[in-house]
């Protein structure tokens, strides 16, 4: 008895798979080229980042040499960007190894810089007191808020008690919310013995706070 094969059953088999994977990679092509597109709008809009993550959802649908370059130079100007901000976020003042945000240090003048930069050295050289002479009206006020912001930002100190008359605590209050608005301030004078007390108490048991804090005495 001779079998003979079903060619026209084959046949249609091999045509529906060819039909299913002709669509299968017609769809994969047209998310491909949304991708593509996507990412070329939101580039055009100048967010980088969300632009590298659609071409590379695009380049796992589709292998393509062109997108891998364009890849390369996205994630290549992103790196440079980001080591820039970095570098310009903090500024050594005066080479003396003091941190300070480089918004505030370019507020500053030459000469309050070089008060930082002493003061600092106090701290660094393990002196125990100096004396910062500038003439009325230079700033001594803005060098010590500036000093004390880039003590913080380099966790070198947590708290500082600053010793004052009290006709100077709310001019000094009011200078370091100009200044360094992120910086917590708490006045702390009180005009007998046990009022002081009572303040002390409330001021010790917020110590463990991690906030960068200075009182006004």
């Known amino acids: 008895m001779e079998v003979c094969p079903q060619d026209g059953g084959v046949t249609e088999v091999s045509e529906k798979l060819e039909k299913s994977l002709s669509m299968e990679t017609e769809d994969k092509m047209e998310a491909y080229h949304r991708f593509i597109q996507d990412g070329k709008d939101v580039a055009r809009d100048g967010n980088l980042h969300k632009a590298l993550e659609f071409f590379k959802l695009a380049l796992k649908l589709h292998h393509s040499e062109k997108l891998e370059r364009r890849i390369k130079k996205i994630e290549e100007l992103l ?11 903090f500024v050594n003042v005066n080479n003396s190894g003091l941190m300070l ?7 500053l003048y030459d000469y309050q810089r070089s008060g930082l930069a002493f003061l600092y050295s106090l701290y660094r050289d393990g002196r ?4 910062l002479a500038d003439d009325m009206g230079l700033g001594k006020t803005i060098q010590v808020i500036s000093f004390l912001s880039g ?3 380099s966790e070198l100190a947590k708290h500082t008690l600053l010793v004052m008359p009290t006709s100077l605590i709310t001019n000094w209050t009011k200078e370091f919310a100009k200044w360094t608005p992120g910086m917590r ?3 702390f004078h009180g005009t007998s013995k ?5 303040n002390l108490e409330k001021f010790r048991g917020e110590a463990a706070s991690s906030s960068p804090r200075t009182r006004c005495s």
Do not use: A, P
């Open 79 to 89: 790196s440079e960007n980001d080591s820039e901000e970095e570098e310009e976020e």
């Open 101 to 107: 945000f480089k918004d505030l240090h370019d507020k």
């Open 128 to 131: 125990k007191g100096g004396i």
């Open 151 to 153: 003590m913080y930002d």
């Open 185 to 187: 301030v708490k006045d």
């Open 194 to 198: 046990g009022e002081r007390t009572r």
